[in-house]
Antibody, heavy 124, light 105 residues
């Protein structure tokens, strides 16, 4: 099964951007869709968007349209989330998470593999 | 955007008791609903998908039901390790999560 390794914690100033990476291993990259889910301190889970690597087509939650960009590098098996115009409310743990779309998988289209999360702190 | 509303926000029970958690969708999501468990400092874990199918390795004390807009997660007899936060999630139209139910002792 695929495993996800995320980049390390970030501290950013308000108004700046952050780019978080998520490297996949142990699976077929093209079998998976990459999602980004965030969780602010003491709060619930918030789905931000996803990318189907084969199609290179991202979808975003309305809230993040225009401010988040999800990309993938198929050559390295790495997905990325870039978030612009950071504000204090963006302080959160950002999870990379995947679901399988291949008929080889028992569970399809439900997120069942998660990275450990990347803490992003936005503070002046 | 589909909004999922979970109730109650907090549920206080004891080991051995039965837990019933609810999730209501703002529009029909058919059976495209999942339940996740999250413990402090950990990533969520998939428990139930397609409203009622248990994920790999999930004990049979966990069960899911419902379709359309109303869904239920039932834990038949609580074990100490079941005290956590539970989230529902839909995949009918993109993805979204409920706000969570904290199951506490």
């Amino acid at each position: 099964q695929v495993q996800l390794v995320q980049s390390g914690a970030e501290v950013k100033k308000p108004g700046s951007s952050v780019k978080v990476s998520c490297k996949a291993s142990g699976g077929t990259f093209s079998d998976y869709t990459f999602n980004w889910v965030r969780q602010a301190p003491g709060q619930g889970l918030e789905w931000m968007g996803r990318l189907v690597p084969l199609l290179d087509m991202p979808n975003y939650a309305e809230k993040f349209q225009g401010r988040a960009t999800i990309t993938a590098d198929k050559s390295t098996g790495t997905a990325y989330l870039e978030l612009n115009s950071l504000r204090s409310e963006d302080t959160a743990v950002y999870y990379c998470a995947t679901y399988c779309t291949s008929s080889r998988c028992q569970i399809r289209y439900y997120i069942d593999v998660w990275g450990r999360g990347t803490t992003v702190t936005v503070s002046s | 955007e589909i909004v999922l509303t979970q109730s109650p926000a907090t549920l206080s029970l004891s080991p051995g008791e039965r837990a019933t958690l609810s999730c209501r969708a703002s529009q029909s999501v058919s059976s495209y609903l999942a339940w996740y468990q999250q413990k402090p400092g950990q990533a969520p874990r998939l428990l139930i998908y397609d409203a009622s199918s248990r994920a790999t390795g999930i004990p049979d004390r966990f069960s899911g039901s419902g379709s359309g807009t109303d869904f239920t997660l039932t834990i038949s007899s609580l074990e100490p390790e079941d005290f956590a936060v539970y989230y529902c999630q839909q995949r009918y139209k993109l993805y979204s999560f409920g706000q969570g139910t904290k199951l506490e002792i």
